[in-house]
């Protein structure tokens, strides 16, 4: 299982999808999960998904829009192209497939993020309630 966490760790809550990914490193129960974390998705990370010996992918992000903690499979929907520099899982999964001809299942976990002002540490809403609570479920 590969796990990617991304996110600005400089603008608090957008952050917790790399504070979750760090986090599992130091869980004994997630051992053998791989663990690749940035500050946003980037065209390279389809040569870690397309390792043979990858499974399956789930992706971290934090969403000003999610009210709670929710995970959603990718579907192998063809994306529509990406624009500019951000790229979203589908699109780094579309490229895993089509430059290297592996595309393992995906999903989405989603964290709700409270606070995207300046600073590095999440508030205590996204470390307790949200960053806690994903890795006991």
């Given at each position: ?22 986090a599992l490193v130091e869980d004994p129960l997630c051992s053998g999960i791989r ?62 497939d089509r430059l290297y001809g592996h595309r393992p299942a995906a999903w989405t ?29």
């Open positions: 299982m590969l796990v990617i966490g991304y996110g600005n760790t400089l603008r608090r809550d957008d952050g917790a999808g790399v504070r979750l990914a760090e663990v690749e974390t940035g500050h946003q998705l980037t065209p390279e990370m389809a040569v870690l998904i397309a390792e043979a010996d990858v499974q399956g992918v789930i992706f971290f992000d934090a969403d000003v829009q999610a009210v709670e903690v929710s995970l959603a499979r990718l579907d192998d929907a063809v994306p529509s192209p990406s624009a500019g520099h951000h790229l979203t899982p589908a699109t780094v999964m579309l490229y895993a976990v989603s964290l709700p993020a409270f606070d995207l002002g300046h600073g590095d540490q999440l508030t205590e809403q996204a470390e307790g309630g949200v960053v806690d609570e994903a890795i006991r479920d």
